[in-house]
């Protein structure tokens, strides 16, 4: 998953849809079609916590720079559709099988060819090390043939028929798999790449819209792109380059933005929330993202096993929490409460079709209700405790949360702060933790199968509930072998039915991104990953 | 003089060792593995915890640890950031800048805090002695950020006669606002310690004696009694000037200064383990040499003052 700037910090905001439109609209509306702007953008960023290889980058700041220095073989819209960048087509018959044709004659910013070889040198790179952050992508968020955390050389089952030709193989069915290909860890590699891996981490060589520019990285201050004139494909730069600008606050950015000091920020700190969009007027934006908030109880906690007596205790507190009132006063309205284990922003979402999702409706004395049958089956005793990170702001909804909780169910319940992220990661992990923890998802890539085959799937790397329901399991598989995004949801949302029932984790809310831009600038959109798109960005000198 | 400075050092030695050695057991002791961090929300693979524990070597014993981290520390190896970046390399980046803002904020303070206190000194009990001692008051009473926001705020921000962060390179010009901000903080020490001084040099003989035997006050007032006042001074700015140069974390990071307390300000949020131990090591280091120097510092200024073995 992504790792937000502050990795701790929960996502964003949510509003309205209303509001959506408004915080992507912009002043001109002269989109692309060689009105190209000359200006460079300043954008708001931090110092990346990883080297900037792709295989090695799951945070939002080294992300956001190779995203716009590298092509993959799809890219995102600002909806969260996708749409070939450096590939031609990617077809399969039996969606085990899957053929790449790439676009012809795409060079690399150095002048070297891209081709299959590009990236699947590059993928049999990324998935040969387990101390690659995002080694992952082979094995669990993708079922390649090959893939192991045990890693090697050339495990994956990858084959070059040609320059612009190559074939992948998956291990199991899988109609989605052109949807994930825009992540960074898809994204090809030079032949320089493997001669020093370190130097290019400093200063990297891609086949995007950009390319570093002659200053290229300073550390501790800016990292500064041109436009790439080598690259032919959708994502034609509009502006005259890309200055990323290191703040180790986001006051100090959001400073910046007032003076317009900075054009792009891409998130509002916490203490100018409430006057942001005085501030800004009409560039402030405020729209939902895909990230999913929520609370998670292992089956080894007592009273909350794979049971019945669970069951009900689950339902039980998934009613009695307050979500509207929480989102409004403690979130000022910035989120809006969870109908479902996905998020708005992705394709799918349609959680009124689905049977059980009144489970998430605020009813006191259903839960009451369900909590006293549990207590016939199984008295409870002790306190209810949901533990939280104390570093990462959380602690004023947990309060009002357990609150809530407490005054629906009459039983005692109270936040459980950890020092910080890691103690708090490290109990989960170990299994050891005796409390309900929070939890979140931010989407890899925009696909309700992401998280739902993350977080829910027997035995998959982020299922810290350990839950194990062989219907859902079975849906699941179906759902990724279903032709189109229609039918896929379809399934997955007859799935999520079972979630309702057993409720693995409790759905809190869906986060927004709020950020903004300066008087400068133009063309500011923020896509379905909340981060701004910043090639289509204009700036006149 | 010497043997007093050698003395010195080897006392530090010590001082070296104790804070090294807790502050690398505060931040390697904190319950939790640094690696899960890396993955946010997402749970890695036990193979992906264990390679990356053996890759920072985080699955040595504690006392392994300090021992390898020691080895490198004396050999001027400072380390490397999980991102690959050389601590060496980041302060030799960031400590000329935070040398420039301590420099800056130093002369600021001498100059307006020296002037203040001269002229409340002469004047005692006058509107001016009153009306700077309660500016000073209140200055000093307001927390760094509440001063470092509110100046920004002003200043950068509506009025726009400074830029609100330090822009690439940090000009002078840019840091002249945090300097501000920093002098401000220690200004109501030099002021009054000036203004007191004055007044005890001014009813000194020498003084009667400079005034007896005609000397214009335009003499008297800058040889005589000023040089004079200046001792206590001179080395509280020393000591500030330490203070500075260990890091102006809160400022630093309001006005983005590209300096060391940003530096490891960004390294805590990170998380960054190495970074931030090798950091503050140095600090320890530098803020020993510094007080090494101000006691140094006494003798040359007054002459009287004789360090005994």
Redesign the interface.
């Known amino acids: 998953?992504?790792?937000?700037r502050?990795?701790a910090a929960a996502g964003g905001v949510v509003i309205a849809a209303a509001l959506v439109l408004s915080g992507c609209a912009s002043d001109s509306g002269d989109t692309g079609g060689g009105s190209a702007s000359t200006g460079v953008v300043n954008v708001a960023w931090?110092?990346?916590?990883?080297?900037l290889i792709p295989a090695n980058t799951?945070?939002v700041n080294g992300g956001q720079v190779l995203n716009n220095m590298f092509a993959g073989l799809v890219y995102y819209k600002a909806d969260g559709s996708w749409d070939y960048d450096a590939a031609e087509s990617i077809e399969s018959d039996d969606y085990i099988t899957w053929t790449v044709k790439l676009k012809a004659d795409q060079t690399f910013s150095d002048g070297t060819p891209v081709t299959s070889d590009s990236f699947v040198k590059a993928w049999q790179w990324a998935a040969s090390?387990?101390?690659l952050?995002n080694?992952?992508w082979f094995?669990?968020a993708i079922a390649f043939k090959g893939g192991t955390?045990?890693?090697g050389e050339n495990t994956l089952d990858l084959t070059v028929v040609d320059d612009t030709t190559f074939t992948v193989v998956l291990d199991q069915p899988r109609a989605d798999f052109p949807v994930a290909l825009g992540y960074t860890v898809f994204f090809p590699l030079p032949d320089s790449f493997f001669d020093d891996p370190?130097a290019f981490?400093?200063a990297p060589i891609g086949n995007g819209p950009y390319k570093l520019s002659d200053e290229g990285w300073?550390?501790?201050?800016?990292l500064s792109l041109v436009p790439n004139d080598g690259y032919t494909g959708p994502r034609k730069a509009q502006n005259g380059g890309l200055n990323f600008?290191?703040?180790?606050?986001q006051?100090?950015?959001y400073?910046?933005l007032?003076?317009d000091?900075v054009d792009v920020i891409d998130t509002v700190p916490t203490n100018a929330l409430a006057t942001f969009k005085d501030d800004l007027g009409d560039r402030a934006v405020e729209q939902a993202s895909a990230v999913f908030q929520s609370f998670t109880m292992n089956y080894n906690l007592e009273h909350f096993g794979d049971n019945e007596e669970g069951k009900l205790r689950r339902a039980a507190i998934s009613h009695a929490i307050d979500r509207a009132e929480i989102t409004d006063v403690i979130f000022q309205g910035t989120r809006t409460p969870a109908e479902d284990f996905t998020s708005p922003v992705i394709a799918g979402f349609d959680p009124a079709s689905i049977e059980g999702s009144d489970v998430m409706k605020y009813d006191p004395a259903m839960a009451k209700d369900l909590w006293a049958q549990a207590d016939a089956i199984s008295p409870w005793s002790g306190t209810f405790q949901l533990a939280y990170n104390a570093d990462g702001g959380h602690q004023e909804w947990v309060d009002a949360t357990v609150n809530s909780i407490k005054n629906s169910l009459g039983i005692d319940a109270v936040g459980l702060p950890?020092?910080?992220?890691?103690?708090?990661?490290?109990?989960?992990?170990d299994r050891t933790i005796k409390a309900a923890f929070r939890?979140?998802?931010?989407f890899d890539f925009p696909s309700q199968a992401n998280i739902l085959g993350?977080l829910y799937v027997t035995g998959s790397?982020?299922?810290?509930a350990d839950y194990s329901n062989e219907n859902f399991d079975k849906l699941f598989r179906e759902g990724l072998a279903a032709p189109t995004q229609e039918e896929q949801s379809k399934i997955f949302n007859e799935a999520q039915g079972q979630l309702f029932t057993d409720l693995p984790a409790i759905p809190l809310w869906y986060g927004a991104v709020t950020a903004g831009y300066s008087t400068l600038v133009d063309n500011v959109e923020y896509g379905w990953d909340s981060w701004p798109i910043l090639y289509n960005v204009t700036k006149s000198e | 003089m010497l043997w007093y400075i050698v003395r010195r050092l080897l006392q530090g030695i010590p001082v070296f060792f104790g804070s090294t050695f807790i502050i690398f057991s505060m931040v390697f002791l904190t319950p939790g593995n640094p690696v899960l961090r890396m993955f946010g929300d997402r749970t890695p693979a036990p193979e992906q915890v264990a390679a990356l524990e053996e890759k920072f070597h985080l699955n040595e014993p504690f006392l392994t640890r300090y021992f390898l981290y020691l080895g490198d520390i004396l050999q001027g190896n400072l380390g490397t950031t999980y991102a690959g970046q050389s601590v060496n390399e980041i302060l030799a980046r960031t400590f000329p800048t935070t040398l420039r803002l301590a420099l800056l904020a130093v002369i600021i303070q001498l100059v307006i805090g020296v002037l203040v206190g001269l002229i409340s000194g002469l004047r005692k009990g006058g509107i001016f002695d009153n009306v700077s001692l309660l500016v000073t008051l209140l200055i000093i009473s307001m927390p760094v950020f509440v001063l470092a926001f509110v100046a920004q705020w002003i200043f950068g921000i509506q009025l726009g006669w400074f830029r609100p962060t330090v822009g690439a390179g940090a000009p002078w010009s840019d840091l002249i606002l945090p300097a501000i901000v920093l002098a401000g903080l220690n200004m109501a020490y030099v002021v009054r310690l000036t203004r007191a001084s004055v007044i005890e040099t001014s009813q000194n003989d020498f003084v009667r004696m400079a005034y007896g035997k005609g000397l214009s006050r335009g003499r008297v007032i800058p040889v005589h009694i000023l040089r004079n006042s200046m001792i206590p001074v001179t080395t509280n700015l020393a000591a500030d000037f330490g203070i500075l140069i260990v890091g102006a974390t809160v400022t630093e990071g309001i006005f983005n200064v590209p300096g060391v307390g940003n530096e490891l300000f960004k390294a805590i949020n990170r998380g960054d383990t190495p970074e931030i131990v090798s950091i503050v090591t140095i600090l320890v280091i530098v803020y020993v040499l510094v007080n090494i120097a101000i006691d140094v510092l006494y003798g040359v200024l007054d002459p009287r003052i004789r360090y005994v073995k």
């Open positions: 998953m992504r790792i937000s502050i990795a931090g110092e990346p916590e990883n080297p799951n945070e090390n387990p101390d952050l080694q992952w094995i669990d955390y045990d890693g370190d981490g400093d300073v550390h501790g201050e800016s600008k290191v703040y180790a606050t006051d100090a950015a400073a910046d007032l003076s000091n950890y020092p910080d992220f890691k103690g708090l990661r490290t109990e989960v992990n939890t979140g998802w931010q993350a790397g982020s299922n810290d």
